[in-house]
């Protein structure tokens, strides 16, 4: 399994999945700007199966036509609620719990709502998991704008996300952190979002 973070549009960041053994990949958020993944998936000659989008945000999703028409076998992938709000209407719709196949790969879906109400999770193979605007290193996903929730993110961060396993390596959607990516385990220890044990506490965070 491998999964290379790409930087895109100001501080976002996409992610191809890959599968070496055979070469088939996923891009999750083309970001306003795919070149960068466009480009990988050239240079490593990958059979692009899916777009998968955490959440509708246009800073997520903005380049999806344009991976859309270079890569058309591409099936675009989200939840419902999110890909409602999509100009590209997705042709799969994902909900909590089901996995999909990258070649050798197994690509878990976690519903986690709070920042948008149909944001997703991805556990990667049980090794990673990506995390969109719902984890940030240090931080969570914003709870006031459009659809957003601040119960319901706490109830994602501490239902869904802190019961996974320490040694995940969680990769977010913008970098906005001081590390790039890091251990689920190291984020438990330090990350305010998920040390505050009640909603009251959650929400005086500032
Ligand atoms: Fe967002």
Redesign the pocket.
């Known amino acids: 399994m491998a999964i290379e973070q790409l930087r895109a549009g100001s501080d976002n960041f996409s992610y191809l999945i890959i599968s070496p053994s055979d070469n088939h990949a996923a891009l999750v958020d083309p970001s306003t700007d795919a070149t960068a993944a466009l480009h990988r998936i050239d240079d490593l000659n990958l059979t692009l199966d899916y777009i998968i989008i955490t959440?509708y945000?246009s800073?997520?999703t903005a380049a999806v036509p344009t991976v859309k028409r270079r890569h058309p076998a591409a099936k675009v992938v989200a939840s419902e609620a999110d890909g409602r709000l999509l100009k590209n209407r997705p042709e799969i719709i994902v909900k909590d719990g089901m996995v999909l196949k990258v070649g050798g790969i197994s690509v878990k879906v976690i519903a986690t709502p709070g920042?948008?109400p149909g944001g997703i999770c991805l556990l990667v193979d049980s090794e990673a998991l990506i995390t969109g605007?719902t984890l940030f290193i240090g931080d969570c996903?914003r709870t006031d704008l459009p659809g957003g929730s601040l119960r319901e993110m706490f109830d994602s961060i501490h239902k869904k996300i802190m019961p996974l396993p320490d040694s995940l390596l969680v990769y977010p959607?913008h970098d906005y952190g001081d590390l790039p990516f890091d251990t689920l385990g190291h984020q438990k220890q330090t990350n305010k979002t998920l040390k505050a044990k009640t909603l009251e506490d959650f929400a005086k965070i500032p």
């Open positions: 959440h945000h800073d997520h920042h948008t605007d996903g959607g």
